[in-house]
């Protein structure tokens, strides 16, 4: 029973930790992070951490930088949501008229 406390309690504030990596944009912290992670003998942490070391520098930068691509990826969204309402009911022209403003 000690162990699956231990278990509970380490993986409940390293997930604490991680997110207040995310939410304060502290990505320089997040090479500590994965080090106290994997140190751990908790698998499902180690899988985390091993997927995050893949792409380290854009995980990094993600958690750095302000910027983003929401913007972009909302106008994706309506496109693909226009798409999907006229599919198989109207032409490339009515899909053109409704994406791009009118000039």
Do not use: C
Not at 16 to 27: H, M, P, V
Not at 67 to 73: C, D, L, P, Q
């Amino acid at each position: 029973m000690r162990r699956a406390e231990n278990w509970w309690a380490t993986t409940n504030r390293l997930a604490r930790s991680f997110t207040t990596i995310l939410r304060r944009r502290d990505g320089h912290r997040l090479t500590d992070w994965l080090e106290e992670a994997e140190q751990h003998d908790i698998k499902d942490l180690h899988v985390f951490a091993n997927g995050v070391r893949k792409d380290l520098a854009a995980v990094t930068a993600g958690l750095t930088v302000s910027w983003n691509s929401g913007a972009v990826e909302g106008h994706v969204n309506r496109i693909k949501m226009l798409k999907h309402q006229h599919y198989g009911r109207t032409g490339f022209d009515l899909l053109k008229r409704r994406i791009l403003p009118a000039s």
